[in-house]
């Protein structure tokens, strides 16, 4: 039976070799078998421009080039590596895709995104989203000398984790609101996104009609793949051991 895979929030860095080491497995092991790979956003913990070529990016990009030569693989930008542009992707043989992406899955019209535009309940967040995906801020940082965007980008995690610790949990997950809103506006009735951690299947109403929103997990401890046929979905965990 066909099947697609979609993951996110990996949070890749070379200080968690589990993860990298569960990555690895799946992408010899099962993603070469699919239809496509959706990578949704977050594949790594930072990205601070792709002229910072490491031995870890490097060998990440060529485990997925690898898989590409079997299945394509598309990627949508997430808020830790939206930084991300196509000298990098060439090299890990993806298709960048738009922030929201609407694809014919098994004669479904999906929404695919990350999800952190949902999170409208973070006004901060959501008024640095809007700063880093302009024109002028992606320029002006990734023109600055590499010493100095590790240091922001640094500092900009430490900050990031010491916010979440004040912010109370339904402000950092989705604004039920914006996702019907987000589903009207393309007329979908299934959405798959990623950003919250929080895994599941959600049942709900938009365009007066039944809806789903699936949640993916993220890689931390969990190793949450999204497998879809054309008559199921199912959330998988993958054990890092």
């Known amino acids: 039976m ?6 996110a929030d990996l949070h890749l860095s070379a200080e968690r070799e589990d993860i990298t080491q569960c990555l690895m497995r799946f992408l010899k092991e099962e993603a070469p078998k699919a239809d496509a790979l959706y990578v949704l956003g977050d594949l790594f913990e930072v990205w601070i421009g792709d002229d910072n070529v490491t031995p870890f990016n490097t060998f990440i990009a060529d485990a997925f080039k690898r898989v590409s030569q079997h299945c394509p693989i598309y990627f949508i930008h997430g808020n830790r590596d939206f ?20 694809v014919d899955l098994y004669g479904t019209s999906t929404l695919l995104t990350h999800g952190d535009e949902l999170c409208t309940k973070d006004v901060a967040y959501q008024k640095f989203r809007k700063k880093s995906r302009g024109w002028w801020w992606p320029r002006l940082m990734l023109a600055l000398p590499l010493w100095y965007r590790r240091r922001v980008a640094e500092n900009g ?8 610790q004040n912010l109370k949990p339904e402000i950092m997950d ?4 914006e996702v019907v809103k987000t589903m009207e506006k393309w007329g979908v009735q299934r959405m798959i996104h990623g950003h919250t951690h929080r895994p599941n299947i959600h049942s709900l109403t938009a365009n007066n009609k039944p809806a789903t929103r699936i949640v993916l997990g993220d890689w931390y401890d969990q190793g949450s ?9 199912m959330l998988q965990h993958h054990n890092f051991l």
Do not use: C
């Not at 995690?157 to 979440?164: C, G, H, I, V, Y």
């Not at 989705?174 to 609101?177: A, G, K, L, Y």
């Open 174 to 177: 989705v604004t039920p609101e």
């Open 83 to 102: 930084a991300i542009r196509q000298t990098w992707l060439d090299k890990a043989g993806m298709t960048l895709l738009n922030e929201q992406e609407v």
């Open 2 to 7: 066909p099947f697609t895979y979609f993951i």
């Open 225 to 233: 793949i999204l497998k879809v046929t054309p008559s199921e979905v």
């Open 157 to 164: 995690r430490a900050e990031s984790k010491a916010n979440q």
